[in-house]
């Protein structure tokens, strides 16, 4: 039972490329969330999904897009990245029910140039 | 609309001293609270939350908390800090009336325990 994994661990791109992050849990949860990190800031929502070929928008969803192909991924994408969406990108899962935790991936660190 | 303050940057306590961890939230309507730990360059981890029943919540580690509703609190405490205890500490509320059951984060605190 690896949990939430994330891939990849660290990238550095150029202004103006793209990539995708990718998100995986074993877990069978329905919801699952991007959130980035910045100094200072705590965590802010990105998107989130609230089950497959579901998205929704977050708190800061401008330059990003989503995708829940399958219950068990969702996929980040940068289509034309910034230096300000330099940060440290998190995806959580969860169960449908609002008492419910959300569990963490390990983390993409994430540096445009 | 829903808020977090956690009002310190840093908390510096020594190793076999309590500490506590301030966290205030703002919501519409009831809250679900919740308090994550990360250590250096890894995710968050869970500690313990709130849901209902007996305002103080025990967790992962030794750590607990106590919900107080007139105040809008939920600190986090420990009797007797270790200096492994060093890390990140962020606080999140969730309005049980919010479908997309997301969290609102505060700023983080770091906790600094000196041997």
């Known amino acids: 039972n690896a949990g939430v994994t994330q891939t990849p661990k660290f990238r550095v791109l150029k202004t103006g490329q793209s990539m995708t992050l990718l998100c995986a849990q074993d877990?069978?949860?329905?919801?699952m969330y991007w959130y980035r990190q910045d100094p200072g800031m705590g965590l802010r929502l990105i998107h989130y999904?609230?089950?497959?070929?579901?998205?929704a928008k977050g708190e800061v969803p401008d330059g990003y897009n989503v995708s829940r192909l399958k219950k068990q991924n969702f996929l980040l994408g940068l289509e034309s990245a910034a230096p300000s969406q330099t940060s440290v990108y998190f995806c959580?899962?969860?169960?449908?029910?609002?008492?419910?935790?959300?569990?963490f991936g390990p983390g993409t660190r994430l540096l445009v140039l | 609309a829903q808020s977090v303050a956690q009002p310190e940057d840093q908390v510096n306590v020594a190793e076999g001293n309590p500490l506590t961890v301030k966290c205030t939230y703002s919501v519409s309507g009831n809250p679900y609270l919740f308090w994550y730990v990360q250590y250096p360059n890894r995710g968050l981890q869970f500690l313990l939350k709130y849901i209902t029943g007996d305002n103080l919540v025990k967790g992962s580690y030794g750590f607990e908390a106590e919900f107080n509703k007139s105040q809008t609190s939920f600190h986090l405490k420990k009797p007797s800090a270790l200096v492994s205890d060093s890390a990140l500490y962020f606080c999140a509320v969730r309005d049980i009336m919010d479908s997309s059951y997301k969290l609102i984060f505060g700023s983080g605190t770091r906790l600094l325990v000196r041997p």
């Open positions: 877990m069978n949860h329905e919801y």
């Open positions: 999904s609230v089950g497959e070929g579901t998205t």
């Open positions: 959580a899962s969860s169960y449908v029910a609002p008492q419910e935790t959300q569990y």
